[in-house]
């Protein structure tokens, strides 16, 4: 993914059916496995940034501001390809997660933000911390 294809006419940008906050729901997905890592919120200028940097940029309702996935804990996302869904109102990201090993994406210390699953009326832990979100934070 080249930042000036993206980004040389911002029509395209028009196109996305935002909310009535001005954001649209991201869903990010590794490239290769095909697993969801993660879903999140954009604004316009965090989806133009994304496409512009190549990297994935978020927009996070709980600071109130643009989140550069990465920036605290060094695990970045690096987007080859942004999607929108038919009804313009979902994005998809397929990317790959890039960082200190293991490759963690959720801030729990997990692979994927996915880690509990619904089995007998329970939610159950399905997957390991990779590394302790302490160390990754600080």
Known sequence: MTA???TADAAWLDAVRWD???LVPVIAQEQGTGDVLMFAWMN???LAATAARGQAVYYSRSRGKL???GEESGHFQQVHEIRLDCDNDVVLLTITQH???PSIACHTGRHSCFFQKLEHGQWQTVEPVLKDPGSIYG
């Open 4 to 6: 000036t294809n993206h």
């Open 44 to 46: 316009r200028e965090a």
């Open 67 to 69: 989140w550069h996935k």
């Open 99 to 101: 960082g200190h090993a």
């Open 20 to 22: 009535d906050k001005g």
